[in-house]
């Protein structure tokens, strides 16, 4: 069972249980409780003669009470309370499967978002795709340059055979390969929102968004030959 159907079936449950716990509260434990013969009648009040005239019953809506004369106050008490602390702990149940379905929907979209296609990118690709982008930003105006700098980054996962499902993205996807490779998400999600900005947005882009591009480039530039050399290094090891 996938977690957001988890979470409808907590959901359901937790609605059912609540309804089924005001029901009771409401109720009351001698309403509950109270004894009927099957009829639907109250049984009779211990003590009455089948002889004795008896008062006519009141006019209503033909819902039937129990009959609380001879109850004990502390015996209601005790049920009262102990149906209060069952409402309680129910709540408290319910509240912390809620939590828990939330908590592991969150992890699972953290896992999707960092998720790596089955093809393999080596790291060097991307790296020269970034050297790319940041040549691009040097051409043209600054909306057509910042679109060229992160479409040169997803014709590198094209190019390597990178394909994705209709779940994410392109961008996702550029971004979920370039973490698998160690790349701050800052610089990424900078690089994103500027490609966004620059090719949806309606005011103009000026020289602030081409010099932003360029500084996110060369951060993913820099982690990328962090990695690279962190390769090299364990190759060398293990050679």
Known sequence: MTVERRGVAVGLGAVATLLLAAWVS??????VFARKDFSGKESPTPGDDFGSVK????????????????????????????MKLVLAIVVVIVLVA???????????????????S?????????LDAAVEGERQLSRGTPANAVIAAWVALEDACRSAGVRDDDSRTAAELVTAVLRSHRVDRAPLDTLAALYREARFSRHPIGEEQRTAAREALVRVQADLRQTLARLEHERSVSR
């Open 98 to 116: 809620i939590g828990r379905a939330l908590l592991d929907r969150w992890r699972s979209r953290e896992a999707v978002d960092d998720q790596v």
């Open 118 to 126: 089955p093809t393999d990118i080596v790291p060097d690709v991307l």
């Open 26 to 31: 409401a109720a009351g434990p001698v309403g």
């Open 55 to 82: 008062a006519p019953p009141p006019k209503g809506d033909g819902i039937k009470t129990a009959d609380v004369r001879h109850a004990d106050p502390w015996i209601v008490d005790a049920v009262e309370l102990l």
